[in-house]
């Protein structure tokens, strides 16, 4: 199947810094993206819709202003993270869209204190 | 609004087969999907179905659809216990979003 990485794999910053994580298509191009947050024994939240081109959808309580999503190129979207707190510390996980599957990046542990 | 419900937990023996389900409540779902997650890790996608289909074969899993119960079903044939990860079921509603349950965490046992 087709891969997604992510980076950074694993960050610890420090209360009101923000942070910046990159989701990449190794093998194909992807129009839509998708970012999701996951607490531990939990199932994926969707956070946001990132499509190529045009500013990403938020669902319903994410706020766009906290969580910035930019989808600058069909292999590439990048969420950040801004003035971070201790209830963002979380597992991020990005998805890609190819066709009618969609591949996730293996997560980004992300540590607020 | 659309759901997708899972059992939390299954316990199986090394060798035994697996079956892990599913039900959702959209009815206008196009494909449905199943994702495995080992611990710290993000999604591998194991297979999909599209909603006109019943059945879909791929080595050792099998999955079934029956879309007038909305219940779908992963079976996993002589279980390993490498198999042992949480699987998620997904379902791709009209919006072209993924609906997940809240997985089930499969147990094998040697």
């Known amino acids: 199947g087709a891969v997604v990485s992510q980076h950074p794999s694993r960050v610890i910053c420090k209360s009101g810094t923000s942070v910046k994580i990159e989701c990449r298509s190794l093998d194909f191009q992807a129009t839509t993206m998708f970012w999701y947050r996951q607490f531990p024994k939990q199932s994926l939240m969707l956070m946001a819709t990132s499509n190529e081109g045009s500013k990403a959808t938020y669902e319903q309580g994410v706020e766009k202003d906290k969580f910035l999503i930019n989808h600058a190129s069909l292999t590439l979207s990048t969420l950040t993270v801004t003035s971070a707190h201790p209830e963002d510390s979380s597992f991020y996980i990005c998805?890609?869209?190819?066709?009618?599957?969609?591949?996730f990046g293996p997560g980004t542990r992300l540590t607020v204190t | 609004g659309e759901d997708v419900e899972q059992s939390l937990f299954l316990s199986v023996r090394e060798g035994d087969s697996s079956v892990i389900n599913c039900t959702y409540t959209?009815?206008?779902?196009?494909?449905l999907y199943w994702y495995k997650q080992e611990p710290g890790a993000g999604l591998q996608l194991l297979t999909y179905i599209f909603s006109n289909m019943d059945m879909k074969q791929d080595q050792r899993l099998t999955v079934l659809l029956n879309k007038k119960d909305k219940h779908l079903s992963l079976r996993i044939a002589d279980t390993q216990t490498g198999d042992s990860a949480i699987y998620f079921c997904?379902?791709?509603?009209?919006?072209?979003?993924?609906?997940f349950g809240q997985g089930t965490e499969l147990s094998v046992k040697p």
């Open positions: 998805s890609a869209r190819d066709i009618h599957e969609q591949y």
């Open positions: 959209d009815s206008s779902s196009t494909y």
């Open positions: 997904a379902d791709h509603n009209q919006g072209g979003k993924l609906i």
